[in-house]
């Protein structure tokens, strides 16, 4: 069995990583950590190098990637069998694709992770997964 964990580094990250230890254990599943780093606006009408933007956006993924992959490395140590990903797209259709492409048989993921004003513009990803999917979902209540 393989789960597909999304995960923002929010603080509902930890809530979403208790449940997905106590899924693994019980069900002798495979744990994916999946992060997805949202593409970066286009700085139309910013004062910006975009070379200095490039690079920027280059380091946040790195930061990204190794937060990652020390969370699955923790999972490791704890016995599970876990991998760490981080890919970059749109929230919702990211999830949806990765799910797809590993065969999950179920997706583990926060209710809410980021503030309220960006529920109001882009929407929840929760929400946009639910409505999109045909794997199981497992919505952790922040």
Known sequence: ??????????????????????????????????????????????????????????????????????????????????TGLMVQGPTVETILKEAERLQADLIVLGSHGKGLLARLIVGSSCEGVLRRTSVPVLVVPA
């Open 1 to 82: 069995m393989k789960l597909l964990v999304a995960i923002d580094f929010s603080e509902i990250t930890d809530k979403v990583l208790s449940q997905a230890r106590l899924l693994a254990k019980a069900l002798s599943a495979e744990i994916w950590l999946l992060h997805v780093a949202e593409p970066e606006p286009d700085f139309v009408g910013y004062d910006a190098d975009p070379l200095v933007m490039r690079d920027l956006a280059a380091e946040t993924y790195k930061i990204w990637h190794r937060r990652v992959q020390e969370a699955a490395e923790a999972l490791r140590e704890e016995g599970f069998n876990c």
